[in-house]
């Protein structure tokens, strides 16, 4: 049963309207290759968060929803798996084709539900394409292992196949990005995938899988339920489905990687972070600076790998006005207007939490130096507006400094060595990514094996890999034994045949030559 804590999160962050009070447009689901109209009784509201007005509304499908999604999917894997690999890469080739012809569609809604700038928004996609690209190489990712004549006549050889139905749970941080993470490896690897959106933010995910089907993609490889609680746990439960992906919150990721491994799935679980910036004094004054406010601040600070967190060593402290300078520049507005440098928060429910640990945070003895009170924009009364906000003398036992704010807020923290700052980071429980600013190799290279996150930036703010590579988020902010695109992404979505063959050669027979030249269909 879903922890009274979660249910509660769940709560928060979505209003319902039933049936008949229903007046904006609503959201289909994808079943066996159909856009359909769900039946459901109860349906979600998605906002625009500049304004609060309801762009659409989501269903909560009924459980024959999606145990239908689930079944096509279980059937199309029965032919889908035999599909040839080059038939896959193919439509890998062309679904990447068909991102990019509606790339800026596919910002403009990313915009528009989850309200960061329509700049950022085409990195949502740009950084979801990359790993669309790199499963057009599935063809070489996907070979196996072989050892000849283990044995007299004898030989072994592994095959990497699919699982079988994988699912995915998504984020509303990146609404585009995310789900391009989970089903087009899974899909080029030989799963069907069944993908739960995020019910603030279903618009990209919905015109992605619009693409997929357009790309090529066979009726019910690809299926798109909506929901929130009864959802979530009917992927976890379900016996279709043998492995979950799952970004988003803490006490969510928990739930779903507790339940789905006890009902025998395999799950990888990003969650939580409080990422580390740690600034030396002999770093790059400006450059430095820059990076900080923009990794902070990007997004309003909604992001796994935002550098929320600074800790100034030595002389470095003396920067915090030149850092309070250059982030008061910065401009709140709507992520469609221009000039905009971020934008509002997902909801109203987030937008009191932030604020809520920024005056935990003064309460405890912070000082604000940057951000007040006053978080109005122009033009945009009804928005859930945080203007860019930093404290300083924050410590270790502070609420602020405890908690993932997941808004535009920087907490500023003061060590007098580097020893003394890798010792404060390693001491929190999240480990999803950290960056050092320094001019000094040595102390680059000591703070990369010294430190715990297992993302480490030198001199780069948000060190999220290119997906040659894999993101290898850890300690407590990640779950699970295989992380995300890359070669961990495609062992994810594999498992390993190995096979131990016998063919005495005495048994040889000679057969007459074919001169025709193989066309290896």
């Not at 915009?111 to 740009?126: F, I, M, P, S, Y």
């Not at 600076?289 to 935002?306: D, E, H, K, P, S």
């Not at 402290?317 to 520049?329: G, H, I, S």
Request: net charge negative.
């Amino acid at each position: 049963m879903l922890s009274a804590r979660l249910s509660k999160t769940f709560r928060a962050m979505r209003s319902t309207v039933s049936v008949a009070a229903r007046s904006a447009s609503t959201t289909k689901m994808l079943i066996n290759g159909e856009f359909k109209e769900s039946q459901a009784t109860e349906w979600l509201p998605v906002h625009n968060p500049a304004t609060n007005e309801i762009v659409t509304e989501v269903p909560c499908c009924t459980q024959e929803e999606m145990r239908a999604a689930s079944d096509s999917c279980a059937e199309a894997f029965k032919t889908w798996q035999s599909t040839s690999v080059m038939t896959r890469q193919n439509i890998m080739f062309k679904l990447r084709e068909l991102i990019v012809q509606n790339s800026a569609e596919l910002a403009r809604l990313v915009t528009l539900e989850q309200g960061k700038t329509l700049a950022d928004a085409d990195g949502d996609v740009l950084r979801g394409l990359q790993v669309v690209e790199t499963a057009c190489n599935i063809s070489t990712a996907l070979m196996g292992e072989n050892v000849p004549t283990v044995a007299r006549d004898m030989d072994t050889y592994s095959y990497r196949l699919p699982l079988g139905v994988a699912a995915g749970i998504c984020p509303f941080n990146f609404p585009a990005m995310i789900p391009l993470w989970m089903f087009p490896l899974a899909l080029a690897c030989g799963n069907t995938f069944l993908l739960k959106p995020s019910e603030r933010v279903p618009g990209a995910a919905m015109l992605l899988a619009k693409l997929a089907q357009d790309a090529g993609v066979p009726d019910g490889v690809l299926n798109v339920i909506h929901g929130s609680v009864d959802c979530v746990n009917f992927i976890c439960d379900d016996p279709n489905v043998k492995s979950i992906s799952f970004v988003g919150s803490d006490a969510a990721g928990r739930h779903i990687y507790t339940r789905g491994t006890a009902n025998g799935k395999r799950v990888q679980s990003n969650m939580a972070a409080k990422n580390h910036g740690i600034i030396l004094p002999d770093a790059n004054k400006t450059a430095t600076l820059n990076a900080l406010v923009g990794a902070a601040f990007g997004a309003a600070g909604q992001r796994c790998m935002a550098l929320s967190t600074a800790v100034l060593v030595g002389e470095a402290q003396e920067w915090v006005d030149d850092l309070a300078a250059l982030t008061q520049q910065l401009t709140l507005n709507a992520g469609d207007q221009a000039g905009a440098d971020l934008g509002p928060m997902i909801s109203p429910a987030a937008l009191q939490r932030a604020k809520d640990l920024i005056q935990s945070g003064i309460d405890q003895g912070a000082t604000r130096i940057v951000g007040d009170d006053d978080n109005t924009v122009a033009g945009y009364p009804n928005g859930n507006w945080l203007k860019p906000t930093i404290l300083t003398n924050v410590t270790t036992d502070m609420d602020c400094y405890k908690e993932e704010i997941f808004g535009p807020v920087l907490v500023c923290l003061n060590a007098d060595t580097l020893d003394d700052a890798i010792a404060l980071a390693n001491a929190n429980k999240w480990g999803n990514g950290t960056a050092i600013f320094t001019n000094n190799g040595a102390a680059a290279r000591k703070f990369t094996f010294e430190i715990e996150a297992t993302q480490v930036g030198i001199n780069v703010p948000i060190p999220v890999p290119l997906p040659m590579f894999s993101f290898t988020g850890g300690k407590q902010s990640f779950l699970g034994d295989l992380n995300f695109y890359g070669k961990a992404g495609v062992q994810f979505f594999t498992q390993l045949k190995t096979v131990t063959s016998l063919w005495r050669q005495t048994d040889a027979t000679t057969l007459s030559a074919d001169v025709a030249f193989p066309t290896m269909k």
